[in-house]
DNA sequence: GTCTATAGGAAGATAGAC
DNA sequence: GTCTATCTTCCTATAGAC
């Protein structure tokens, strides 16, 4: 009896992940997440007996969870704090595929003024990502509120440049976000 | 014979916009849209024949000429450049309400790949945002590549400020990448 | 586990009264 | 110009065969 999957977890939710990068939540309806992931529509439901929020929910569970173990882990080796900003920009444009992907935690945020389901788990990740950062640049020397500073306008540089190119439909602004970054961050971090 | 509008279409469109910035397109239905404008639907329809793409069409429309009127046209004034860069920060916190607004060029904007109605135009105003702070930044003195440069990552940081403020329900990350901008531009224009 | 078929409702859009 | 009522299409979700 054909009980066994016909595409894994993981490729399941990296194909879903696509569909909700570029349409957003609202523009990524059931057919075309069946289209996307190559399931039919119920086959969908069977594996995501809640519906289309907690298709959305595991692949930001999925996202969240994979940006960690390359972007953020690279902050948390014990490597010397410019290796180890040199090696997040690195892991930086294998995630966004050198600007050529949206970031979920971008396209699944709601207004400021509401929340719902995905707002802690954006929330956090978010926060999460700026600390490590933060952490890498106090041991680089900053002092503390200016390495918090510093940690959070790099990330919004990063959003920011992920934005221009899907507004401007050019690689460009990321790959200069990661030139910026090299030297703001990691010429200001390496010991001299 | 009641044929004036109960709603001027400055206000409309204000309003509309309101709605689109917060839910993006696919997100905006019709329904919200009249909600969102005190008109009911059949009326919406009256004013926008073409429908839910006219009237973002014609939002966006409105929202990059607001955009021209006050931060670029900050950029455009025959002060000095510091003055002119300061100038632009203050009309960024009116035009983006302190960080508690989107940006409908970033919220209106299709995947890198794809290109649609909008895509023209929100290309057209980022890259005239650009071109115009790179303008001023190389009247400050800059070099031109660097400026470019400077240009581009700028804008960047403010996008992604926007999207952190949304990311993390809290203004702060766009009140510090105004600090940033000041610092990092203003004050490196400023003679000395 | 995956599929076809379909229910039930919300979406975009229109007709016609006032 | 604005409204209520309605049409059609698309959406989310479910039932049941294989």
Redesign the pocket.
């Known amino acids: ?7 894994s977890d993981e490729e ?1 939710l990296a194909r879903l992940g696509r569909a909700f990068r570029n349409l957003g939540y ?1 523009g ?7 289209d996307e992931s ?10 995501f ?7 959305a929910g595991e692949v930001l569970d999925f996202a969240c969870q994979s940006l960690e173990q390359t972007v953020l882990a690279s902050l948390r080796s014990d490597d010397q704090p410019d290796l180890r900003l040199r090696a997040m920009i690195d892991q930086l444009r294998v995630f966004y595929s050198d600007g050529n992907r949206a970031c979920l935690l971008s396209m699944l945020s709601s207004p400021l003024s509401t929340a719902d389901a995905f707002s802690e788990r954006i929330k956090k990740t978010l926060e999460t990502w700026i600390s490590a950062l933060e952490q890498t640049l106090e041991e680089a020397g900053l002092a503390p509120g200016q390495a918090r500073q510093s940690a959070l306008t790099s990330v919004a540089l990063i959003q920011g440049s992920l934005v221009l190119a899907r507004g401007m439909k050019s690689t460009q602004p990321f790959e200069l976000a990661m030139e910026q970054l090299q030297r703001d961050l990691v010429d200001e971090a390496r010991p001299h």
Do not use: C, V
Not at 1 to 7: A, D, E, K, V
């Open positions: 009896m054909g009980r066994r999957p016909l595409i399941l609202e990524s309806s059931l057919a075309k997440l069946a190559g399931l039919k529509k119920a086959s969908l439901y069977h594996r007996p809640q519906g289309k929020e907690q298709i």
